[in-house]
């Protein structure tokens, strides 16, 4: 994401301080049984901890697969109910699809009590600003990236999609993955490497939670 657009909203979540050896994964648009227990066993496999901003209507379809997120340690937050573009949504629609997401988030984890819900991605990063501005009066925490990684495009190879993350990822960074059907391909390709090169920086992933913001 451009600097100049960090700096214009600078109350939202870009990155984090440098000064931690960690970065942070985060994985939209999730639950899918094709592509999400996937992520989670190659996380597993590589120690790494990620955030996933599930759509809502995917966790009333997977909930089980919502509650492996939770039991595995990853953060979970808001991704709207149905995947909405704020700029082509007016503020009370969207406004009452986040809390209706937020909903379904309580009633699928259940006895789960490590959620986020007030931890929000605005999908495609479109939000007005009368949005933004109405969902953290509500207490909600807007999480954007510094670096997106581009896996949902067909049109890229896997190895460009690698260099959109390796090329710029450093201690801080939020990256942007999508545990989508549209983003298997380049997502099998690149998620592993990636980890291997936080490894070997000596770097951590972590979860983004409440406490670090």
């Not at 050896?21 to 496999?45: H, M, N, Q, R």
Request: hydrophobic share 35%; charged share 20%; net charge positive.
């Amino acid at each position: 994401m451009p600097k100049f657009i960090q700096r214009l909203f600078p109350e939202r979540i870009w990155a984090f301080s440098s000064n931690k050896a960690s970065v942070y994964l985060t994985f939209d648009d999730g639950p899918i049984p094709k592509v999400t227990p996937w992520v989670l066993k190659v996380l597993k496999e590589y120690n790494a901890k990620a955030t996933f901003f599930c759509i809502g209507d995917n966790i009333q379809k997977h909930p089980e697969i919502f509650n492996n997120i939770i039991a595995e340690n990853h953060t979970v937050g808001n991704h709207t109910f149905n995947h909405l573009n704020g700029w082509k949504t007016n503020r009370e629609a969207y406004l009452n699809n986040v809390e209706k997401c937020t909903q379904q988030m309580h009633t699928s984890a259940k006895e789960n009590l490590n959620i986020s819900p007030k931890l929000f991605r605005p999908p495609y990063g479109k939000i007005t600003s009368k949005q933004a501005n109405a969902l953290q009066k509500r207490g909600y925490k807007i999480v954007m990236w510094n670096i997106i990684s581009y896996d949902y495009d067909t049109n890229i190879s896997t190895e460009k999609c690698l260099q959109n993350v390796l090329k710029n990822i450093k201690p801080g960074s939020v990256i942007v993955f999508h545990d989508s059907l549209k983003a298997e391909k380049n997502l099998r390709y690149v998620l592993p490497k990636v980890l291997e090169h936080i490894i070997e920086k000596g770097w951590q992933c972590m979860p983004i939670t409440q406490d670090k913001l």
